[in-house]
């Protein structure tokens, strides 16, 4: 299995081509447990004010590039707020 660090540069590189389960397993180590996740969509809670909420959709297996780029922006924001070097 590819560490966190590892699926966030292969992210980075390709946004169009992540697989939903694999992008929810990177969103639940930084954002815990989805508080929605009845349906194809999965809705992860930010610790900011705003736009608290990371969402992210199933589409046959794959994970939309512009929520793959959502989720990239929130964790840049996550570690820069926390103070995380990377």
């Not at 590892?6 to 939903?20: G, I, R």
């Not at 959709?57 to 926390?82: D, M």
Request: proline residues 3%; hydrophobic residues 30%; glycine residues 6%.
């Amino acid at each position: 299995m590819k560490s966190i660090t590892e699926k966030l540069k292969q992210f980075k590189k390709n946004p169009k081509d992540v697989k939903f389960s694999e992008l929810c397993k990177v969103c639940d180590f930084y954002f815990g447990d989805a508080r929605q996740s009845g349906s194809s969509h999965k809705v992860y809670k930010t610790p900011w004010r705003g736009d608290p909420r990371v969402n992210v959709q199933n589409s046959k297996g794959k994970a939309k590039a512009s929520q793959v780029r959502q989720v990239l922006k929130a964790i840049e924001r996550l570690e820069v707020e926390n103070g995380i070097k990377k």
